[in-house]
């Protein structure tokens, strides 16, 4: 074996996960390869947060992550938090904002995420100038063909043979096949015995069919503010309609709790006594429609289409004629309207990947997989996911860094 393909580390991958975990060691003094297979590195990265890449969130904590095990994510985030990485950004000079919010009543409101001002092409040069300074050497367009184990492991790529002494897989889930998803992780992970977990689409919007998808296509464009729930879970942030169905963060964030068959529940008008008001209006302006009331609160094309659906007998009877039981009946719609979507629109635009590599086959304190020594697992191809709002980064930093601090 020559001296020119032998390196201490080498990272399969050079996304966010792969990038940090290659300086954490580069700065060790360990040589690192990355071995990326597309043409350009940290993808998603640029692609983020509209191109101003949500970097972080200042209240990420390990209940903002889904996982069969919850408590995995503690170790790591404990060890490389979110304040971690502002330092980094902030040593880089690269300014940044957090973003703001409207509430229930209108109001701004923040939730912690952290935007650069300018690009996500910042987050991703600050990586590359950390990773050159620890001396980390990349690799694109190199494909591996297998994987094998000697007194390290050896690598067949496209690129030549290459050997390490410990190998860390950063290459991801299946969410966005362009941006480089792939399931090589999982194969990877089996190949070592590892078990690996059903995996789906997250952070994904949702499709829907007949009636509901000629409504939303309808509606498309207009985003309200809701409360969405399924599963017990609830959050309280943007609809968006679209063509397909309903997209936005309030749907993205629940489809990483909805399952085929689960029924989705939206409170149209979230912090708003719907009863109450019509009550009043009936009380006060008894000779108003029903459709004059609610334009006052959302938008009148959707109240068309929800008269459509929900008032059509009294399309046109005064507010005075309409017993109170059935007003009470039609602002409930207005608070639990119920859909059942179809499907999501699955990887292809989904932000992560839900599932994967079984926790329990690695360690939380070095990442490094339990049934073979040197073989470390980071970011998104583990079971480990977050919400929306900056907490995928900040698991890749974290697991990234202590696997760098290990490997
Ligand atoms: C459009 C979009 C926007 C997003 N916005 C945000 C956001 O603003 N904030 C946030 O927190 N999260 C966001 N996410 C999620 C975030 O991008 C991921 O959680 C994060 O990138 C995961 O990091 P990773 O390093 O594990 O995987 P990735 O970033 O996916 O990196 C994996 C790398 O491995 C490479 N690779 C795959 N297979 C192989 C192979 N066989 N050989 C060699 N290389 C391989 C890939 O090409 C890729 O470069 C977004 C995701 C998408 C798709």
């Not at 179809?342 to 994967?356: I, K, P, Q």
Request: glycine residues 10%.
């Amino acid at each position: 074996m020559s001296d020119s393909n032998y390196v201490d580390v080498i990272i399969i991958g050079a996304g966010a996960a792969g990038l940090m975990c290659a300086i954490t060691a580069g700065q060790r003094g360990r040589k690192v390869l990355m071995l990326e297979k597309s043409n350009k590195v940290g993808k998603k990265i640029l692609m983020s947060g509209g191109g101003r890449c949500n970097f972080t969130n200042m209240y990420a904590e390990p209940e903002n992550y889904l996982s069969t095990n919850p408590h995995f994510c503690k170790s790591a985030l404990s060890r490389y938090t979110q304040w971690d990485f502002i330092e980094l950004v902030n040593k880089h000079g690269i300014e940044y904002n957090e973003k703001s919010h409207l509430d229930n009543a209108g109001e701004e409101t923040h939730k912690g995420q952290l935007f650069c001002n300018d690009s996500a092409k910042q987050i991703l040069a600050m990586l590359l100038d950390e990773a050159k300074q620890a001396g980390v050497e990349i690799q694109t367009r190199c494909e591996i063909e297998s994987v094998e184990c000697d007194h390290g492991f050896k690598l067949d790529t496209s690129l030549g043979e290459y050997h390490c002494e410990s190998l860390v897989v950063a290459s991801g889930g299946l969410s966005i096949p362009t941006l480089g998803g792939s399931g090589f992780g999982y194969e990877l992970a089996k190949q070592y015995g590892m078990n690996v977990l059903e995996h789906r689409a997250g952070l994904v919007p949702f499709t829907l069919s007949g009636a509901l998808k000629e409504m939303t296509s309808r509606l498309s464009g207009l985003a309200i503010h809701v409360d969405i729930s399924c599963q017990r879970q609830s959050f309280n942030e943007e609809l968006l309609f679209t063509h397909r169905g309903l997209s936005g963060p309030a749907v993205l964030q629940i489809s990483n709790y909805w399952h085929p068959g689960d029924i989705v529940t939206i409170d149209l008008l979230p912090g708003r006594d719907v009863a109450n008001i019509l009550l009043d209006e009936k009380a006060n302006n008894g000779k108003s429609l029903l459709r004059t009331v609610l334009s006052k609160l959302l938008s009148k094309k959707l109240v068309s289409e929800c008269e459509a659906m929900w008032w059509q007998k009294e399309k046109q009877t005064s507010l005075a004629e309409i017993p109170d039981t059935r007003l009470q009946e039609i602002a409930d719609k207005f608070s639990g309207w119920e859909i059942k979507p179809s499907a999501t629109e699955g990887y292809r635009t989904a932000e992560v990947t839900l599932g994967g590599v079984d926790t329990n086959d690695l360690s939380s304190q070095t990442m490094e997989s339990k049934t073979r020594p040197n073989l470390y697992f980071i970011g998104e191809v583990i079971d480990v996911t977050g919400h929306l709002g900056g907490y995928n980064f900040q698991w890749a930093w974290s697991s990234g860094y202590v696997a760098g601090l290990n490997a």
